[in-house]
């Protein structure tokens, strides 16, 4: 099985490599792909330019077994849709199980993505929950999770597809916004993010004023 973790990265942080890794180790997947996207479609356009970000996602995985960068978001022109990316797994890799890995804000607004139940026939979902974080009361979400919730990873083993498991993880105050707004007001970020990461932020003048 395979997580898959999107995002702008924009800076990649230790937020989601923690995240990342506590999935990893708690569902027993073979892999994480960090896939940073072109076009955002719930969030603010990246700041930075998709090879600087995919760059730096490459210096954050490196140093850990089963992290991978992955850039066909980059090379796809547009807005980045999630079935799309889902489609693409299929067709490179279409004897592996993918575990799509979102955040509880993210679950919890999946009714507004693009085909929610295509997405769902491609790959199991996986929420991470981190502490004081909660469901939504949302009727949709919650009959979907009705339907398709398992209480444990041996039901995405049993399953090609289709199953949504909420996963405890590390609760780390870390934001891709906050470091921005850090460097642009002359302070460090340092211990928040790599130090490969931040070499390149610094390399590249990024965030600044």
């Known amino acids: 099985m395979i997580g898959i973790l999107g995002g702008t990265f924009d800076p990649i942080h230790f937020g989601h490599l923690r995240t990342a890794l506590d999935v990893m180790q708690a569902v027993g997947l ?3 792909r960090f896939i940073p996207l072109h076009g955002a ?5 990246p700041e ?3 090879a600087l970000r995919l760059e730096m996602v490459q210096a954050a995985v490196s140093g850990q077994a089963g992290f991978v ?11 980045s849709y999630t079935v799309d990316t889902l489609l693409s797994l299929q067709r490179d890799l279409p004897k592996e199980k993918c575990c799509l890995i979102v955040g509880m804000d993210a679950f919890n607004g999946f009714a507004t993505w693009r085909q929610p139940e295509e997405i769902l026939s491609l790959s199991h979902l996986i929420v991470m929950r981190r502490p004081g974080e909660e469901v939504s009361q ?3 979400i919650r009959s979907l999770l009705a339907a398709r919730g398992c209480e444990s990873t041996g039901a995405l083993q049993a399953e090609t597809s289709g ?17 921005r707004t850090m460097i642009a007001a002359g302070e460090s970020p340092r211990y928040l993010l790599p130090s490969a990461v931040l070499h ?5 003048r990024l965030y600044q004023k």
Do not use: C, F, M, Y
């Open 30 to 32: 073979d892999e994480v």
């Open 138 to 140: 949302d009727g949709w």
């Open 48 to 50: 930075t330019p998709a």
């Open 69 to 79: 960068a992955d850039d066909r978001e980059l090379r796809r022109e547009g807005d």
């Open 41 to 45: 479609v719930h969030r603010g356009q």
């Open 200 to 204: 390149l932020i610094e390399k590249n």
């Open 163 to 179: 199953k949504i498991l909420i996963q405890d993880v590390t609760q780390l105050e870390i934001s891709s916004t906050r470091i």
